[in-house]
């Protein structure tokens, strides 16, 4: 079991929250299903969810804690909050990019939503630290080079980041 992180992501979902924490515990390392709740009797007020039906999973992913929650249809995801991953290799990055794209969609640079409509970055630490680079025009060609792409693609904005 994973220790509560001061700052956990709650995900509300209508009622995927244990097929979602599933989904995600098998793609990262370093992750499991932390607990399970599930709904009481239905009160007066609350989600009505049926007596026994899942609640929350509480989970973590690479050291993170996160809470899924089954609370109805009333709020969905966006792009306006999106969970990023740091990926050291192109082999790294091919395996999470395959993994949420199913079911899912790709967007741009490194941007896409899963299949439960969570937006992810799956991001290249080399490209990070070349973007911190002093010199603006390197920094320019590493922008304009992963623009356009989808999935990010390290060789080709290397070989923008060195074009002199």
């Given at each position: 079991?994973?220790?509560?992180?001061?700052?956990?992501?709650?995900?509300?979902?209508?009622?995927?929250?244990?097929?979602?924490?599933k989904h995600?515990?098998?793609?990262?390392?370093?992750?499991?299903?932390?607990?399970?709740?599930?709904?009481?009797?239905?009160?007066?007020?609350?989600?009505?969810?049926?007596?026994?039906?899942?609640?929350?999973?509480?989970?973590?992913?690479?050291?993170?804690?996160?809470?899924?929650?089954?609370?109805?249809?009333?709020?969905?995801?966006?792009?306006?909050?999106?969970?990023?991953?740091?990926?050291?290799?192109?082999?790294?990055?091919?395996?999470?990019?395959?993994?949420?794209?199913?079911?899912?969609?790709?967007?741009?640079?490194?941007?896409?939503?899963?299949?439960?409509?969570?937006?992810?970055?799956?991001?290249?630490?080399?490209?990070?630290?070349?973007?911190?680079?002093?010199?603006?025009?390197?920094?320019?060609?590493?922008?304009?080079?992963?623009?356009?792409?989808?999935?990010?693609?390290?060789?080709?904005?290397?070989?923008?980041y060195?074009?002199?």
């Amino acid at each position: 079991m994973a220790t509560l992180s001061k700052i956990t992501p709650c995900l509300w979902f209508d009622d995927q929250a244990e097929e979602a924490a599933k989904h995600y515990v098998s793609i990262f390392d370093d992750a499991g299903i932390d607990q399970i709740t599930h709904y009481g009797k239905p009160g007066k007020e609350g989600p009505g969810r049926p007596e026994g039906s899942v609640m929350t999973v509480a989970f973590h992913l690479a050291g993170q804690s996160f809470t899924a929650l089954n609370g109805g249809p009333l709020f969905t995801f966006s792009e306006a909050i999106s969970f990023q991953i740091s990926c050291d290799t192109q082999a790294e990055i091919d395996r999470y990019w395959e993994r949420l794209t199913q079911g899912g969609k790709e967007s741009r640079c490194g941007w896409l939503k899963d299949r439960f409509g969570v937006s992810w970055q799956v991001v290249s630490s080399a490209v990070i630290r070349m973007l911190s680079d002093p010199d603006k025009r390197r920094v320019e060609r590493v922008v304009q080079a992963f623009m356009p792409m989808s999935k990010l693609d390290i060789a080709t904005i290397e070989r923008a980041y060195r074009a002199d």
